[in-house]
């Protein structure tokens, strides 16, 4: 008979260094009767009036201290992205706040489902172009690639045009003059956005923007930030921008007007009924 320490599928009941049988483990906070640590760090003790939110956050996200010139790029990347004005995450997040003004939380939530490969989080779309661009023996090459096949299928370019700047996004331009003049960054990921750009150019014939976005994802590759966690930088972001469009709401309500206005923009056209012929 086979005992039970040797069946196969017997759990691995080796210990960690904790003593605690092998299985998943964190590392981002413990707490104890009379104190709480992120990571390392003790909350009380190094932390709080000491630490200031954004070296706690990019410490908790990337398990790294922040150095000086990460402080710099993030701060300047959460400050370009908090607000949009009234965008679809914005107008979602009024309407839901007229609907249930109790609950801000799920007004900000519903704002932050916006923030995807159309609005607001395309630097994660940029930046898989850029390490592609980054990982080639001919960058040049490679970007014309990627330029054409966009333009072939008719696909926006992630990071690339703006209905409303041009010829360049003041923010964008900023933001690469921010990075550039960094002694400590490597310079890799925006001079791939850079040689992305001359590519998007030479096959559309004319210059297209780089959008803030763009010039997010290069700034955040050149802090090593996965491009898998950038959209998360925007969310962060955007949550306080969406927090202002709350105290905003509850001031100078606009959410019955949005939802009055698109009742008389968008006709009934079937054979029913509707309040709209009447008014």
Same mark, same amino acid.
């Given at each position: 008979?086979?005992?039970?320490?040797?069946?196969?599928?017997?759990?691995?009941?080796?210990?960690?260094?904790?003593?605690?049988?092998?299985?998943?483990?964190?590392?981002?906070?413990?707490?104890?009767?009379?104190?709480?640590?992120?990571?390392?760090?003790?909350?009380?003790?190094?932390?709080?009036?000491?630490a200031t939110f954004t070296e706690v956050m990019f410490m908790q996200i990337t398990g790294r201290k922040a150095r000086p010139v990460d402080l710099r790029i993030v701060d300047a990347v959460?400050?370009?992205?908090?607000?949009?004005?009234?965008?679809?995450?914005?107008?979602?997040?009024?309407?839901?706040?007229?609907? *249930?003004?109790?609950? &801000?939380?799920? !007004?900000? =939530?519903?704002?932050? +489902? @916006?923030?995807? #490969?159309?609005?607001?989080?395309?630097?994660?779309?940029?930046?898989?172009?850029?390490?592609?661009?980054?990982?080639?023996?001919?960058?040049?090459?490679?970007?014309?690639?990627?330029?054409?096949?966009?333009?072939?299928?008719?696909?926006?370019?992630?990071?690339?045009?703006?209905?409303?700047?041009?010829?360049?996004?003041?923010? *964008?331009?900023?933001? &690469?003059?921010? !990075?550039? =003049?960094?002694?400590? +960054? @490597?310079?890799? #990921?925006?001079?791939?956005?850079?040689?992305?750009?001359?590519?998007?150019?030479?096959?559309?014939?004319?210059?297209?923007?780089?959008?803030?976005?763009?010039?997010?994802?290069?700034?955040?590759?050149?802090?090593?930030?996965?491009?898998?966690?950038?959209?998360?930088?925007?969310?962060?972001?955007?949550?306080?921008?969406?927090? *202002?469009?709350?105290?905003?709401?509850?001031?100078?309500?606009?959410?019955?007007?949005?939802?009055?206005?698109?009742?008389?923009?968008?006709?009934?056209?079937?054979?029913?009924?509707?309040?709209?012929?009447?008014?």
């Amino acid at each position: 008979m086979t005992s039970r320490n040797d069946n196969a599928n017997t759990p691995n009941t080796a210990k960690t260094p904790n003593n605690k049988a092998d299985g998943p483990v964190t590392r981002l906070c413990a707490h104890h009767l009379t104190g709480m640590y992120y990571r390392d760090a003790d909350l009380v003790e190094d932390l709080i009036g000491k630490a200031t939110f954004t070296e706690v956050m990019f410490m908790q996200i990337t398990g790294r201290k922040a150095r000086p010139v990460d402080l710099r790029i993030v701060d300047a990347v959460l400050v370009t992205l908090m607000e949009h004005g009234l965008t679809p995450s914005a107008i979602a997040t009024r309407l839901i706040y007229m609907s *249930a003004p109790e609950n &801000l939380q799920g !007004a900000v =939530a519903s704002g932050l +489902l @916006a923030v995807g #490969s159309s609005f607001v989080g395309t630097m994660e779309n940029c930046s898989r172009l850029l390490d592609r661009i980054k990982d080639a023996a001919d960058p040049y090459a490679e970007a014309l690639v990627i330029a054409r096949a966009h333009r072939a299928e008719k696909r926006a370019m992630p990071g690339f045009g703006h209905h409303l700047h041009k010829p360049d996004d003041p923010r *964008a331009l900023k933001l &690469l003059d921010l !990075a550039e =003049a960094e002694p400590d +960054l @490597a310079g890799a #990921s925006v001079q791939a956005l850079r040689t992305l750009a001359a590519a998007v150019d030479e096959v559309a014939g004319r210059h297209i923007t780089i959008n803030a976005t763009g010039a997010v994802a290069a700034l955040l590759g050149e802090l090593a930030i996965p491009t898998t966690l950038m959209r998360g930088f925007a969310v962060i972001s955007r949550a306080a921008g969406l927090v *202002a469009h709350v105290a905003e709401e509850q001031e100078s309500p606009s959410g019955r007007f949005i939802w009055d206005t698109i009742d008389q923009a968008i006709p009934y056209v079937g054979k029913g009924k509707s309040h709209q012929a009447q008014e």
